[in-house]
Protein backbone atom coordinates (compact mmCIF):
# COMPACT_ATOMS: atom_id res chain seq x y z
CA UNK A 1 0.00 0.00 0.00
CA UNK A 2 0.79 3.11 -0.78
CA UNK A 3 -0.20 6.34 1.89
CA UNK A 4 0.17 10.03 0.97
CA UNK A 5 -0.38 12.69 4.29
CA UNK A 6 -0.45 16.08 3.85
CA UNK A 7 0.33 19.03 6.80
CA UNK A 8 0.48 22.42 7.02
CA UNK A 9 -3.14 23.53 6.55
CA UNK A 10 -4.78 25.64 8.67
CA UNK A 11 -6.45 29.40 8.91
CA UNK A 12 -4.60 32.51 7.78
CA UNK A 13 -5.27 36.35 6.91
CA UNK A 14 -5.21 37.37 3.61
CA UNK A 15 -1.66 38.17 2.49
CA UNK A 16 -0.37 35.47 4.06
CA UNK A 17 1.55 32.56 3.62
CA UNK A 18 1.47 28.80 4.14
CA UNK A 19 3.59 25.58 2.94
CA UNK A 20 1.88 22.14 2.64
CA UNK A 21 3.88 19.23 2.57
CA UNK A 22 3.04 15.93 1.30
CA UNK A 23 5.06 12.36 2.24
CA UNK A 24 4.37 9.58 0.33
CA UNK A 25 5.10 6.22 2.33
CA UNK A 26 4.51 2.39 1.96
CA UNK A 27 5.83 0.27 -0.80
CA UNK A 28 7.28 2.70 -3.20
CA UNK A 29 9.91 2.09 -6.05
CA UNK A 30 9.82 5.19 -7.59
CA UNK A 31 7.53 8.28 -8.24
CA UNK A 32 6.98 9.86 -11.44
CA UNK A 33 4.67 13.12 -10.70
CA UNK A 34 3.76 14.79 -7.45
CA UNK A 35 1.35 17.72 -7.38
CA UNK A 36 -1.71 19.51 -5.72
CA UNK A 37 -5.36 20.08 -5.97
CA UNK A 38 -7.76 22.13 -4.93
CA UNK A 39 -11.52 21.27 -4.32
CA UNK A 40 -14.04 24.66 -3.71
CA UNK A 41 -16.45 24.41 -0.93
CA UNK A 42 -19.69 23.51 -2.61
CA UNK A 43 -17.95 21.71 -5.86
CA UNK A 44 -17.25 18.26 -6.78
CA UNK A 45 -14.45 18.63 -8.97
CA UNK A 46 -10.71 19.20 -8.04
CA UNK A 47 -8.58 21.25 -9.73
CA UNK A 48 -5.16 22.28 -10.65
CA UNK A 49 -2.94 23.54 -8.38
CA UNK A 50 0.32 22.61 -9.17
CA UNK A 51 2.26 19.79 -10.47
CA UNK A 52 6.08 18.75 -10.78
CA UNK A 53 7.88 15.63 -12.20
CA UNK A 54 10.78 13.97 -10.83
CA UNK A 55 13.14 15.99 -13.14
CA UNK A 56 11.68 19.19 -11.59
CA UNK A 57 8.91 20.29 -14.51
CA UNK A 58 6.34 22.03 -13.16
CA UNK A 59 2.93 23.21 -14.01
CA UNK A 60 0.38 25.53 -12.71
CA UNK A 61 -3.18 26.50 -12.18
CA UNK A 62 -3.64 30.43 -14.23
CA UNK A 63 -5.33 31.18 -10.43
CA UNK A 64 -1.83 30.57 -9.05
CA UNK A 65 0.82 31.46 -11.26
CA UNK A 66 3.60 33.90 -9.44
CA UNK A 67 1.62 32.91 -5.98
CA UNK A 68 2.44 29.29 -5.06
CA UNK A 69 5.84 27.71 -5.23
CA UNK A 70 5.64 23.47 -5.83
CA UNK A 71 8.73 21.53 -5.29
CA UNK A 72 9.71 18.46 -3.98
CA UNK A 73 12.70 16.36 -2.34
CA UNK A 74 12.88 12.97 -4.38
CA UNK A 75 15.01 11.25 -1.26
CA UNK A 76 12.35 11.43 1.04
CA UNK A 77 9.41 11.22 -1.57
CA UNK A 78 7.98 14.07 -0.20
CA UNK A 79 6.44 17.28 -1.98
CA UNK A 80 5.60 20.70 -0.94
CA UNK A 81 3.50 23.57 -1.69
CA UNK A 82 4.24 27.19 -0.61
CA UNK A 83 1.54 29.43 -0.95
CA UNK A 84 2.20 32.96 -0.29
CA UNK A 85 -0.24 36.29 -0.98
CA UNK A 86 -2.94 33.96 -0.19
CA UNK A 87 -6.69 35.16 -1.28
CA UNK A 88 -9.80 34.35 0.78
CA UNK A 89 -11.01 32.61 -2.65
CA UNK A 90 -7.88 30.38 -2.11
CA UNK A 91 -10.11 28.58 0.75
CA UNK A 92 -10.47 25.03 -0.28
CA UNK A 93 -9.55 21.63 1.05
CA UNK A 94 -6.04 20.68 -0.57
CA UNK A 95 -5.48 17.02 -1.86
CA UNK A 96 -1.94 15.37 -2.43
CA UNK A 97 -1.42 13.23 -5.25
CA UNK A 98 1.36 11.10 -6.87
CA UNK A 99 2.09 9.03 -9.77
CA UNK A 100 3.82 5.61 -7.90
CA UNK A 101 5.43 2.33 -9.18
CA UNK A 102 5.47 0.05 -6.37
CA UNK A 103 8.13 -2.60 -7.66
CA UNK A 104 10.39 -2.26 -10.39
CA UNK A 105 8.20 -5.04 -12.23
CA UNK A 106 5.02 -2.58 -12.17
CA UNK A 107 3.92 -2.01 -15.92
CA UNK A 108 2.77 1.56 -14.90
CA UNK A 109 2.58 3.98 -13.06
CA UNK A 110 -0.76 3.61 -10.31
CA UNK A 111 -2.60 6.89 -9.09
CA UNK A 112 -2.65 8.00 -5.08
CA UNK A 113 -4.42 10.44 -3.32
CA UNK A 114 -4.26 12.52 0.08
CA UNK A 115 -7.20 12.68 2.60
CA UNK A 116 -6.83 16.79 2.00
CA UNK A 117 -5.86 19.38 4.25
CA UNK A 118 -8.04 22.44 4.85
CA UNK A 119 -6.67 26.16 3.57
CA UNK A 120 -9.06 28.78 4.75
CA UNK A 121 -8.23 32.40 4.25
CA UNK A 122 -9.85 35.02 5.83
CA UNK A 123 -10.29 38.70 4.51
Known amino acids: QVQLVESGGGLVQAGGSLRLSCAAS????????MGWYHQFPGKRERELVATITGGGDTKYGDSVKGRFTISRDNAKNTVYLQMNSLKPEDTAVYYC????????????????WGQGTQVTVSS
Open 97 to 112: TADVKRTFFSGTYSNY
Open 26 to 33: GSIFSIDV
